[in-house]
């Protein structure tokens, strides 16, 4: 098992993981609440946080993509608790 | 060691996978917001941990399981804070026959 099939393997799980961002881009648009569209953000996060991580493998040069997502994953987790403190406060339904 | 990798990841795609149905059909928010985010954090933990092992035994592979780490506490604290949120602001949970269960009592601070 060579390193160089894996990068195949690599591009075609961060494909999927794209295609599930586009499923869940349905819900961000036609959500019907505003919190809908809030977990929508939050999933999108997540999965392009794992894509990064992918594309560090794709692409050889791990440390500068691993870097990357952690402060991807930090600023989601930030932006999540921003949101939901600022609509508890507004009360939006 | 290529193989557990492999397992690992495509059990993260899995979890992901389940995490999106599961977001698009649940009829009402509580219940897309209790599918999201377990689905997405086990899916993320999986993938990184398969990245981990993929790498061997090296700084990098920490710091992928330092991120690991970061998802499985930020996450489901992000996932409460929504809830928090729109519970607070009168989301009213979804009940087969319409009737709501439990009263939803908003506490203003």
Not at chain 1, 15 to 42: D, E, K, M, S
Not at chain 1, 56 to 80: C, H, K, P
Not at chain 2, 52 to 78: D, E, H, R
Request: proline share 2%; net charge positive; with cysteine.
């Amino acid at each position: 098992m060579g390193k160089i099939e894996l990068e195949g393997f690599f591009l075609i799980n961060s494909l999927i993981l794209g295609l599930f961002v586009l499923l869940c881009l349905y819900r961000v648009v036609f959500g019907p609440t505003l919190f809908n569209r809030l977990i929508g953000a939050n999933v999108i996060g997540t999965k392009t946080l794992i894509i990064l991580a992918l594309m560090g493998f794709i692409y050889r040069r791990i440390e500068m993509f691993i870097d990357i997502s952690l402060v991807y994953a930090l600023l989601n987790f930030i932006v999540t608790l921003a949101a939901a403190k600022y609509l508890q406060r507004k009360g939006v339904l | 060691m290529y193989i557990v990798s492999i397992l690992f990841i495509l059990a993260g795609t899995f979890f992901f996978f389940s995490g999106t149905i599961g977001f698009l059909r649940f009829p009402d928010f509580y219940t897309r917001m209790h599918a999201t985010g377990k689905c997405d954090t086990l899916g993320a933990l999986f993938s990184l941990t398969g990245m981990a092992l993929y790498n061997g035994f090296s700084l990098i592979s920490l710091k992928i399981l330092l991120i690991a780490v970061l998802v499985f506490l930020t996450s489901p604290t992000g996932t409460h804070a929504i809830l928090r949120g729109a519970f607070d602001s009168g989301v009213k949970p979804w009940t087969k026959d319409g009737k709501s269960v439990i009263d939803t009592q908003v506490r203003r601070k």
